[in-house]
């Protein structure tokens, strides 16, 4: 009984040494990005003056592994990634074919991954780049050299925001959203953050600033709202200095007074809701309910909202200087991702 009861213990504390150095080296690793840091602006060489008509198109790619079969853990679902590179593969070139029919402007992608495990480690944001024939911005929001949940675990993951353009910017950054979780939580998990970039607008001192972001998801509340709060804050000091400000993505909210899409059952994922008090005077929310920006991954998608629960998550905020012309959810029957993209066409008010 004393060798038995010795073994265990033995197992046991080899278990929690395991367990020990895991955390330390996950703690040491941790990416800590700076509050602000200055990215290298793209070589667009296309100009923008007031008057001109634009169009602005954000997207959240969902990795190019969330497609219309697939499931995930965090929302009631069963898997951890696709099941295989073929799928991928075939979603990366479904969601190119959507940016080249919904041809724009500006592109905000989110969740586009550069190395990653659950998308066998092809370099998206070099994909998309080299099929649109256009520069991008990059910044990353979630990198981690092994993530040890679930089972099997999702493992490494390099992955972030894009904003690709042929429009020539002065400046780019990327600018550090408040943390949702606490150590040792927080040492693999994401890190959340705006990526701005500056377009001088022609015949004057004002510049466009755009801002691609992608809020919190699976946290209690208490990171959305902060992170919200600081990205009413920097629309209002851009603002504020006169310029045009475009801020668009994924909320991980619904919109108040929007009520097309309900929620079944709210034992599942449910997002929060965001409203006009949310955002500073001289700004407004471009979002339309023509069609669910985003479906719950509690299952494959039903193809119908009845039978599979869906919401409107994505959109823009303008300032009061922009005027949105036309505004439209793209309908792709989640084809490709979880989310489908939500097209602007805009006017820089002179």
Not at 2 to 23: N, P, Q, S, T, Y
Not at 25 to 43: F, H, M, S
Not at 221 to 245: C, F, P, R
């Amino acid at each position: 009984m004393k060798k038995v009861l010795k073994a265990v213990v033995v197992i046991l504390l080899v278990i929690a040494a395991v367990i020990a150095a895991a955390l330390i080296l996950l703690t040491v690793r941790e990416y800590r990005p700076e509050a602000v840091e200055t990215l290298k602006p793209a070589d667009g060489t296309e100009t923008l003056k007031a008057g001109d008509t634009f169009t602005v198109l954000t997207y959240n790619t969902g990795y190019a592994g969330l497609s219309r079969d697939e499931d995930f853990f965090m929302d009631g679902g069963e898997k951890v990634m696709p099941d295989s590179r073929e799928l991928v593969e075939h979603n990366l070139k479904g969601i190119t074919s959507v940016l080249r029919e919904q041809k724009a402007d500006v592109y905000f992608l989110q969740e586009v991954d550069l190395d990653s495990k659950r998308s066998y480690h092809l370099n998206e944001k070099e994909y998309y780049e080299k099929e649109l024939g256009l520069p991008g911005i990059f910044a990353y929001n979630f990198k981690c050299d092994y993530v040890p949940y679930p089972l099997p675990p999702i493992g490494k993951v390099e992955s972030g925001l894009l904003t690709m353009t042929g429009i020539g910017m002065s400046e780019a950054s990327r600018i550090s959203l408040p943390e949702s979780f606490t150590w040792p939580v927080k040492t693999c998990n994401l890190k959340r953050c705006m990526l701005e970039t500056r377009i001088p607008v022609g015949g004057g001192d004002k510049e466009l600033v755009l801002i691609n972001f992608h809020l919190e998801a699976y946290d209690s509340g208490e990171g959305k709202i902060a992170q919200s709060k600081m990205l009413a804050q920097k629309l209002e000091t851009e603002y504020k200095k006169g310029n045009y400000v475009i801020a668009g993505g994924d909320f991980n909210q619904t919109f108040e007074d929007m009520d097309k899409y309900p929620v079944h059952s709210r034992d599942n994922w449910t997002p929060g809701v965001v409203g006009k008090d949310d955002i500073p005077e001289g700004f407004s929310f471009a979002v339309s309910d023509n069609a669910p920006t985003c479906r719950l991954l509690n299952g494959p998608y039903s193809g119908n909202y009845e039978d599979s629960q869906v919401y409107v998550l994505d959109g823009f905020i303008v300032s009061d200087n922009v005027e949105v012309k036309e505004l439209e959810n793209i309908d792709t029957q989640f084809e490709y991702t979880d989310h489908q993209p939500v097209r602007m066409e805009a006017v820089l008010i002179q």
